[in-house]
């Protein structure tokens, strides 16, 4: 069964399959407006990334070698269930996202604060670019530019209908988005150039359900909702197992 990053209030959508996961992306970018309160730093290091379960969250090595743990203070999960996440470069405050809304959220208590109501109701990916705009995309396949002060959704113009974006975005340093989009046996990176409206699928990346993807350096990583972390070619889209995270029931990466 395929899953699906849809909230049990989307289960009627034809798309909505049984809830299980979300997705977390980081980019580390210039945001010009500054935290609003409860959106707290989380770690930021080159070799370690955050991933969400079920039940909490993790540091995970980005390496082949396990260095992995959870974070400091038992469990501290969110009241709400976020799709995914992303961290302001600038500040380094982390922004999650339901299916519907935005918030603010310190990862290392699990507070949270709502920002606002998005006005879309399928939303199940987050990113920001390198100049601190905010973009979502959705299980529809449109894309969207958020508005961190108020949460509120704007469509971006794109020349290419995209596919259901099934699980995030990254961001590089000029400003291209890539996102993972659902297809019959594995999921498919597209490259989207958001000022041009230019969108590329790259090509199948041989795995489903990777639901996060992030940029340290040059390389873009991934993670599946099985807990496998990869490694994805820009240029063809095919992924590299690098290991098993251990992990289980996966509901996000920064």
Known sequence: MRLSKLSSTQLQSPRGIVPLLMVASVLFVACSPGPPMGAEPGPVSTGQVLISTEQRLYSVSLG?????????????VPRTSFVDLARAGGSGAVYGITNSSLHALNVFTGRETLIGLSGVHDLTALAFDRTGRL????????????????????????????GPISGDLAATA????????????????????VDSGVVHIVGPTGYAH???????????????AEGELLTLDRRTGAARYVRHTGLTAVTGME
């Open 135 to 162: 973009f979502a995309g959705s299980a529809s396949g449109h894309l969207y530019r958020l508005d961190v002060v108020t949460g509120a959704a704007s469509p971006v113009f794109l020349r290419s209908t995209l």
């Open 210 to 224: 990777v639901y996060g993807l992030t940029f340290r350096g040059e390389t873009l990583y991934g993670v599946t």
């Open 64 to 76: 082949p070698v396990s260095d992995d743990g959870p974070l400091p203070h038992p469990s501290p």
């Open 174 to 193: 000029d400003g291209t988005l890539y996102a993972t989009m659902t297809s019959f046996d594995s999921d498919v990176l597209v490259e989207i150039h």
